[in-house]
């Protein structure tokens, strides 16, 4: 069974200083994992995936995430924060078992600082 | 270009009352998915759809009815609305349905069962 934890409900960083968003996942087989953000009142945008390829994984907006299978985490980081930032985030695994179901963390609520 | 648009975006309804949401996706992907939104569970999958006329229950499907006569088209039925359906629905599609496949999500609708 597949399960995803984000470890932080909220996190608030000022503007133009680093994002951490941390997610630990659990799978019994090689698990695709991908981050999604939430804008208010809008859907969810794929941020970037990772699928058994490289470790560090680029996304949009200037999000990264590195795939560390021996700490099973998939954090989402960005080097400098931008108020446009502000929104909720989604860590999300996928296993190739033929259920066709992502599983989602309970997400991580940015607030960024002027 | 349209993407995965669902209809209506806003809907409030009374108990026992029969609803039914739209989605339609001009990408010409084969998997459709629905998705609930509700406080402290992140999105939890309802039903999923590999093709036309082909459906399959995920997490938490009670209550709830799908059909799929049009590949571009994937309609969600609650038959007798009850207060605990009140949550944002989200529809996402995907082109495959392996692990490492991206689902794009609608916009998403907030139903109110009152």
């Known amino acids: 069974a597949q399960s995803v934890t984000q470890l932080d409900s909220h996190v608030s960083v000022s503007e133009g200083t680093p994002v951490l968003l941390r997610c630990n996942y659990s799978?019994?087989?090689?698990?695709?994992l991908f981050w999604y953000v939430q804008h208010p009142n809008k859907g969810l945008q794929l941020l970037l995936k990772?699928?058994?390829?490289?470790?560090l994984v680029k996304g949009i907006n200037g999000f990264e995430a590195e795939f560390k299978k021996s700490e099973t985490s998939f954090h989402l980081t960005k080097p400098s924060a931008h108020m446009s930032d502000a929104a909720e985030y989604f860590c999300?695994?996928?296993?190739?078992?033929?259920?066709?179901?992502?599983?989602f963390g309970s997400g991580t609520r940015l607030q960024v600082q002027p | 270009d349209a993407g995965i648009t669902q209809s209506p975006r806003y809907k409030i309804t009374e108990t026992g009352r029969q609803v039914t949401l739209m989605c339609h996706q001009t990408?010409?992907?084969?998997?459709m998915f629905w998705y609930r939104q509700d406080l402290g569970h992140g999105l939890r999958l309802i039903y999923y759809?590999?093709?036309?006329?082909?459906?399959d229950k995920g997490e938490v499907p009670d209550g709830y009815v799908v059909s799929r006569s049009k590949t571009e088209n994937f309609p969600l039925t609650l038959e007798s609305a009850t207060r605990s359906q009140t949550s944002v629905y989200f529809c996402?599609?995907?082109?495959?349905?392996?692990?490492?496949?991206?689902?794009?999500f609608g916009p998403g609708t907030r139903l109110t069962v009152l």
């Open positions: 799978s019994s087989y090689s698990p695709s």
């Open positions: 996402a599609s995907s082109l495959g349905g392996g692990s490492g496949d991206t689902q794009y």
């Open positions: 759809s590999a093709a036309a006329d082909i459906t």
């Open positions: 990772y699928t058994s390829a490289a470790t």
């Open positions: 990408w010409s992907h084969s998997y």
């Open positions: 999300v695994v996928s296993e190739d078992t033929g259920r066709r179901a992502l599983t």
